[in-house]
């Protein structure tokens, strides 16, 4: 094992520090779009920790900024504000071969193999591709065995390294871009549901190889999902957004066998239980209504429209996202255990 330098995080440690981010897109309207109408708050004041090793599974319905955030992390797109430190340095201000160092630090799988994926390159151009902008972590010389190795690493075939994206399937072509994501040796990855385009058994083996290598290389997983059962096993703690903001973070049994957000429970009440003796018993929390448009979010609790709790505090103040009951944050004024699952 190589000796880990004085300012390397130790496991356990927090090797990225997210402190109120925000990411609003514009609203723009006329001929020549000049003219801005309001912004959309795509991500609105998250804050979490990512520790060394560990992997924090984001959960929230479809367009609650899960991807936002995940493109502002990746340096994809400015933050509007906000900070997040990465080993204790401030990532938005890195530049210059420091940037180039982040850069190859945190990488990001997507959902869609099929579409991020360039069907007219052979896998090994596209594993080997990070290797064009970073030549410093693989020679040109050393390259192809690089590929070959990282193509056994993920369960491929080393010899198919002249094939085509199309000649593989839905999870053999996930696995390509977890190859990629990993030729830089990076410490971060970012999984924007990677499974969610996938067969539910085929789902598992992804799982599992992401599990696998988290082991093997340190890795620490930000993954993303919009269900909670998919993150379960895979996450040491789970952080649930809705309309840009947290609305709980705690451990894996924290969220799920005490969660205390209402948002939380009705997830978790969706979720497909196998047992059909406990699916029986099963009280499903039905949301009414679709998710309010992060335009124009409702005062006070953003949930606070679809939530059968709801008082008129909850139009009033902001709830903040502290520990009230069951030793984990949650953004409810009424926070309160409700066991889902039985
Ligand atoms: N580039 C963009 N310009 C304007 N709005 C955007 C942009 N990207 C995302 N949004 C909006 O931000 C919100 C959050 O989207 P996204 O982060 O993709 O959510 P999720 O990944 O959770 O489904 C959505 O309302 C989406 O339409
Ligand atoms: S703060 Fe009020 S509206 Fe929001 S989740 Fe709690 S009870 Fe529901
Ligand atoms: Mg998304």
């Not at 978790?268 to 209504?289: F, H, K, M, N, Y």
Request: hydrophobic share 40%.
């Amino acid at each position: 094992m190589s000796e880990r330098a004085a300012t390397e995080p130790a496991p356990g440690e927090a090797i990225l520090e997210v402190r109120d981010l925000v990411k609003h897109f514009p609203v723009r309207v006329g001929v020549l779009f000049k003219h801005v109408i309001g912004q959309v708050r795509a991500v609105d004041g998250v804050s979490f920790e990512l520790r060394r090793g560990e992997t924090l599974g984001v959960v929230g319905e479809s367009g609650c900024g899960k991807s936002t955030l995940a493109q502002v992390l990746m340096r994809l797109e400015p933050p509007t504000s906000g900070t997040a430190l990465y080993k204790g340095r401030d990532m938005f201000a890195m530049r210059g071969a420091e940037l180039r160092k982040l850069r190859r630090s945190i990488q990001i799988v997507l959902q869609d193999p099929y579409t991020s994926l360039n069907p007219r390159m052979t896998v090994g151009d596209i594993v080997g591709e990070p290797f064009d902008i970073h030549p410093e972590v693989a020679p040109k010389g050393e390259r192809r065995a690089k590929v070959r190795e990282l193509l056994d690493v993920v369960g491929l075939n080393p010899e198919h390294i002249n094939r085509y994206p199309h000649q593989f399937s839905g999870g053999q072509r996930q696995r390509i871009g977890i190859a990629r994501a990993l030729a830089l040796r990076p410490e971060i990855i970012i999984c924007d549901e990677p499974v969610s385009a996938l067969d539910v058994s085929i789902q598992a083996q992804v799982m599992n190889l992401l599990g696998d290598l988290q082991s093997e290389f340190g890795l620490s997983y930000v993954f993303i999902a919009h269900d909670l059962s998919v993150v379960r096993h895979l996450s040491d703690r789970v952080a649930v957004m809705y309309l840009g903001k947290i609305v709980e973070i705690g451990t894996e049994d924290e969220i799920y066998s005490h969660p205390t957000h209402p948002y939380t429970q009705a997830l978790l009440s969706a979720v497909p239980v196998a047992d059909p003796t406990v699916r029986g018993q099963r009280q499903v929390i039905r949301l009414e209504g679709d998710v309010p448009s992060p335009v124009d979010p409702p005062s006070g609790c953003r949930f606070r429209t679809r939530c059968w709790k709801a008082q008129d505090v909850c139009a009033e103040e902001v709830p903040e996202l502290v520990t009230r009951v069951a030793g984990h944050p949650s953004a409810c004024h009424f926070a309160e255990e409700r066991s889902v699952v039985p």
